[in-house]
């Protein structure tokens, strides 16, 4: 597994152009934010004896609607449909969809008023021995035990966590076949939720949302490690309409006030406009109290294609798009040597970002803004006291009248 750099712990040293262009980038305060919408959680009903594990979120703006298809039929994956229409709908067909060739049993009506779709899979849980390892950036983060297909795991029944005053539903699976019984007091988590506009979470890392996002928590708790000093990880399969993989970016900023001692964000891009995007911060929590001192680096390799046939198939993705031989790939991994881990309290939670057009952009607070303001203006008031005093001076000694 590769990585793509060691994320940066600390302040650094930006130049007086950056900061500059920053204040003024924030001024006025705020942000703007996108525009609100309508937005509705619906459990897909499923056949008897199947579990119910297909989640509509529909997200209705003035002229467009926005449709996230999250599933635990497989491996756990999401579907991100947006069409240029209020009016769009989703259709399924399961017998078809749970066939060997599912094919068109998922739909977003009409079809022409699709304007582009992307997809995620969680293929599997990662594990690697951390014992004896001096970097956590190494390739791979230690020995690797055998990883866990999360196409083998038992989910639950979705429709029981559904909240729709908060627009969230969380999917909590364990192991279907587990001898070693690692998760016999553990499971693995993905709560989903959704947003009618913009505004952050309360707890760190404290993801800028919009009306155009939609955001994944992701939480292992009370699983056994095979290590005493285990890295987890995420392998994880991305897809898009065109041939080519998604690309990665890191954007940098000054300013750590919602998610301490973290000044980077990292971006998957759907597209060059970009039409659609994964958004999170490279850090994880091994407390469910998210504090600082519970934070651990998230490292990121870099996404390459894959032989879509080596992977664990999702049905919703097979069933939404067309065949195809390549899809794209990357690992995540949590943790590092030194400081806190998984072992600390047998906790880790990671959250991202999915939405539409570009990803939210984090301007400096008003309480960095002001700091900078002052630090910046204070060299001019004084420039200006100064002169001021001299003028005053001048005027002063220039009313003198001589007595003769």
Known sequence: MCNCGEPRWGWGHPSPVLLLSLLLSTAPFGLLGEEARQVSLEVIPSPPDLPQNLLHIRAVGTNSTLHYVWSSLGPPAVVLVATDTPQSVLRVNWSRLLSTEPEGGLMVLPKDSIQFSSALVFMRLLEFDGTNVSDAAAEPPGNPYPPYSLANFSWNNVTDSVDLDTLSATFQGHPIDDPTKAFANGSLTFKVQAFARSGRPVQPPRLLHTADTCQLEVALVGASSRG?????????????????????????????????????????????????????????????????????????????????????????????????????????????????????????????????????????????????????????????????????????????????
């Not at 806190?340 to 990671?350: F, I, K, N, T, V």
């Not at 970002?353 to 900078?372: H, N």
Request: glycine content about 10%.
């Open 228 to 404: 005493n000093r285990s890295f987890f990880g995420l392998e994880v399969a991305a897809f898009g309409q065109g041939p080519d993989c998604p690309l990665m970016q890191e954007q940098r900023s000054i300013d750590d006030e919602y998610a301490p001692a973290v000044f980077q964000l990292k971006q998957l891009l759907w597209g060059p406009l970009p039409s659609s995007f994964m958004q999170w911060r490279p850090v994880a929590f091994s407390q469910e109290q998210r504090g600082r001192e519970s934070a651990l680096p998230c490292q990121a390799s870099p996404v390459h294609p894959t032989l879509a046939h080596s992977l664990p198939p999702s049905p919703i993705v097979q069933a939404f798009f067309r065949p195809q031989n390549n899809s794209c790939t990357f690992n995540l991994t949590f943790g590092a040597s030194t400081g806190p881990g998984y072992w600390d309290q047998h906790y880790l939670s990671w959250s991202m970002l999915l939405g539409v057009g570009p990803p939210p952009m984090d301007t400096l607070s008003p309480l960095i803004v002001g700091i900078m303001a002052v630090a910046l203006g204070a060299p001019g008031l004084m420039l200006l006291g100064g002169g001021l005093v001299l003028i005053l001076r001048h005027r002063h000694y220039s009313e003198y009248q001589s007595i003769n």
